[in-house]
């Protein structure tokens, strides 16, 4: 079906636009009165990403709602490590928690990867059957994974963390179960993706929630190879990879075969155009506090920022919009975007 | 009194030394069994941080322990917002918790600040004298605080964050408030360093833990002045200031009135030697984890560090060293330093 709105596959593909394309990462969620009460009638937050018609209808309510350029499918990046046998649950307030974490290379070897990992994600290829159908061409359809070194933290953390510390300390002292767990998540994260792409998702976003905590050096080894073997299988829609804190490694992701790079908020837009040299386009990346502000400075913040990047830009924030954003702020940002001509 | 080793202070103020200073952010703590057994017999956290004898004791115990070439009095960046009417605790496995915290003009207008706020540590002073008593010039002694936007999130948070996003708010809904607060911090934290300088402090550094949460707009606006402030009144001893995920304001950080800049893991020495051109001296930069690793890797790291910075560096990690550090490792990083020489 031919999109009715196609700015953000045009300006992905480096084409010349009328205005940037605008959407948030997160605007799915909680700063919508229909989502919170879809959520309140559930028994929990899985039941929400593994029922398909369930999470179609919030992957549209924020395109109904806000007005933004598209839809993003409503999941999460834990669906992974499930779908190679590490269960996780959400606590309410706390996040993620998995029963059994990975400790050595035995537990590696124990896992499943590639297609059979990806085959028993078929929920979520049915959400984006029926998202297709209901969107009926309005915008077009982003799916996401984590990138292999988020998901590796999990895995060995089995929550979140302020410092990884568990996670990073598996890379020093037992590096080669690390690259066999990466690779095995890099081949599952892959047929994801490409069974995704296969559903009818128009662009795809990697997520390296995580990359900050890992020096320059680490990153090179236990990150940008594993992201760059997804960007050379995944062919035929768009891509995004979005670092979150990778400032440093800003070059070679530069070298990466994707289309689009996502910058946060401490990611000054001349900064990135100094490092990337390719015709990457950007991502981003309004501090997301800036929504909790007055309207007017929401207003200027977004066209100095559209100013800053030129051309070759998707407006976004620099990261997930938080859950207690006021829903207007969020609109006048969506609605400043929307009103901007180049 | 004359030191005795005074490597750190000769090469914070930029002379030619034989070998790079060597310390550990947290070297005062956990990692060491005789600091456990202090820790064990007492009531609390606070009790060691407000008996001076204690203070003191857990100061020294890395100098004898490890080697270093500094001593850092044991104390915590939290005793000013207390000194300034904002009482905390410290809950066991999860940090900082304040009571009550800031949520208005008015409030801030109720705190204390300046010498009156500072008077009230008496006791960190006490512990600065027997420290020096009991060093008798082995080796220099370091001061710290919390940098203002540090200290302010912590009095808007009432605890640590994953984005601290209520401090980062009350900047966009209040910005006459922020700035009153983190007036009246900056002015507190002046009186107390001055007076922990009269006390027989050799070197002051001030932490700004949270900088990197901060978009480089905002850093600009309500962190860089009040650390200005303090750089410009603090006279007669070094100053280093570590700003920690500040790396898109070493611009800024260069044009300080102070002799080292602190450095975390994710800047490399030459990206932090492009934007920083006056003849600053660096300290770090170690990623905390490297020191689980085995010896030979912590070695070679080190060594590689060395090499990277050149001259005019203080060896040290790039965050506080982990509790659960193995102690060997830590040696191994300490001994690595103290036989080089350039």
Not at 93 to 115: D, H, M, Q, R, Y
Not at 171 to 187: G, N, S
Not at 195 to 207: C, M, R, S
Request: hydrophobic letters at 45%.
């Amino acid at each position: 079906m031919k999109l009715k709105n196609d700015l953000l596959l045009r300006t992905a593909k480096g084409e010349k636009v009328e205005r940037p394309p605008v959407w948030l990462m997160r605007q799915a969620g909680r700063i919508l009165p229909q989502y919170r009460a879809i959520r309140q009638s559930l028994s929990g937050f899985k039941e929400l990403v593994q029922t398909p018609a369930l999470a179609a209808e919030v992957t549209i309510q924020p395109v109904d709602e806000l007005g933004v350029d598209a839809a993003i499918l409503f999941s999460d990046i834990l669906v992974i490590p499930e779908s190679m046998g590490l269960n996780y649950e959400l606590i309410e307030k706390k996040g993620p928690w998995f029963p059994k974490t990975i400790t050595n290379a035995n537990e590696v070897a124990a896992l499943s990867s590639g297609a059979a990992a990806a085959d028993n994600l078929e929920y979520v290829y049915e959400a984006i059957k029926i998202c297709k159908t209901e969107l009926a061409g309005r915008v077009p359809l982003i799916g996401f994974s984590g990138a292999p070194w988020t998901i590796f933290c999990y895995m060995i953390e089995g929550s979140g963390s302020k410092t990884f510390s568990k996670a990073k300390r598996f890379l020093y002292t037992q590096p080669e179960a690390a690259h066999a767990l990466l690779q095995k998540i890099t081949d599952s994260t892959i047929h994801y993706l490409q069974q995704k792409v296969n559903a009818g998702i128009d662009l795809v976003q990697v997520f390296d929630s995580w990359a900050g905590i890992l020096s320059p050096a680490q990153y090179q080894v236990f990150a940008i190879p594993y992201i760059r073997q997804i960007c050379d299988a995944i062919q035929g829609v768009p891509m995004t990879v979005f670092c979150k804190g990778a400032w440093f490694a800003l070059e070679a992701l530069d070298q990466l075969d994707c289309q689009v790079l996502g910058l946060d908020w401490n990611t000054q837009a001349n900064f990135a155009k100094q490092k990337v040299t390719s015709n990457k386009v950007f991502q981003g990346n309004a501090d997301p506090c800036l929504l909790y502000a007055p309207a007017k400075e929401i207003e200027q913040t977004v066209l100095s920022m559209i100013e800053d990047f030129g051309t070759g830009h998707i407006v976004n924030l620099g990261h997930g919009v938080y859950p207690d954003t006021p829903l207007d702020n969020v609109k006048t940002f969506v609605n400043t975007v929307k009103n901007f001509s180049y």
